[in-house]
């Protein structure tokens, strides 16, 4: 079945720097990438997401970037502020709607004012 | 639109007591998650339904764990007995099939669970 690689468990950076945030998955079949942000005592919520046909996807100060070949993708955070510290998680899943997600281990992000 | 509802948000039970975790999700969303998420890790998956039938048990411990969604709506996951090792996070979740949609999981806020 999908395996999901999140890297790193841990990333701390000085506001107003960028942070990255890179996932490999092994199903090839995997065509859906999204990326949700947890904060303390809340469920996940989707901030961005990808799908197989497309490289690159931005919105705003977050972007995300897949790389289909080598079964890796990334989230990037530009001009980072306080309020984006929270635990992020990177998924994997096949097709729409009821399909199953797999998620990675999660990074948490601090973002020093 | 009212997102997904849990309940309770805490729970603090003794080893080898029953307890249940009820989930209303988004109202017209056909597919409905239970997750389980340890501390420090992602939400693995425990069931998935599709209306009311379990089209996704694989990871659910069925000697102990056990649940249900009733005419496709409101779902409850119980656990019985509760042994140490289940205390954890449990997500529901939601999302449709309908066309355009893409995938996305709508999650509630989590029910804490503490087996002493």
């Known amino acids: 079945g999908e395996n999901v690689e999140q890297h790193p468990s841990t990333l701390s950076v000085q506001e107003g720097d960028s942070a990255v945030i890179k996932c490999t998955y092994s199903d090839s079949a995997s065509n859906y990438f999204p990326w949700y942000k947890q904060e303390l005592g809340k469920g996940p919520q989707l901030i961005i997401d990808?799908?197989?046909?497309?490289g690159e996807k931005k919105d705003q100060r977050i972007a995300v970037t897949l790389n289909k070949t080598a079964k890796h993708f990334s989230l990037h955070i530009t001009e980072t502020q306080p309020e984006d510290s929270a635990v992020y998680f990177c998924?994997?899943?096949?097709?729409?709607?009821?399909?199953?997600?797999?998620f990675g281990a999660g990074t948490r992000l601090f973002v020093k004012a | 639109e009212a997102g997904v509802v849990q309940s309770p948000r805490y729970k603090i039970i003794e080893k080898k007591q029953p307890v249940a975790f009820w989930c209303n999700p988004i109202s017209g969303h056909n597919t409905l998650y239970w997750y389980l998420q340890n501390l420090g890790q992602g939400p693995e998956l425990l069931i998935r339904?599709?209306?009311?039938?379990?089209?996704?048990d694989s990871q659910l411990p069925k000697d102990r764990f056990s649940a249900e969604r009733l005419k496709g709506v409101d779902s409850t996951l119980k656990i019985q007995p509760a042994e140490l090792g289940d205390s954890a996070v449990y997500l529901c979740?939601?999302?449709?099939?309908?066309?355009?949609?893409?995938?996305?999981?709508?999650f509630g806020e989590g029910s804490r669970l503490t087996v002493l």
């Open positions: 339904y599709e209306n009311e039938e379990a089209v996704d």
């Open positions: 998924a994997a899943s096949k097709g729409t709607g009821g399909f199953k997600t797999i």
């Open positions: 990808i799908r197989s046909n497309v």
């Open positions: 979740a939601s999302s449709t099939t309908d066309r355009g949609q893409t995938g996305e999981l709508f």
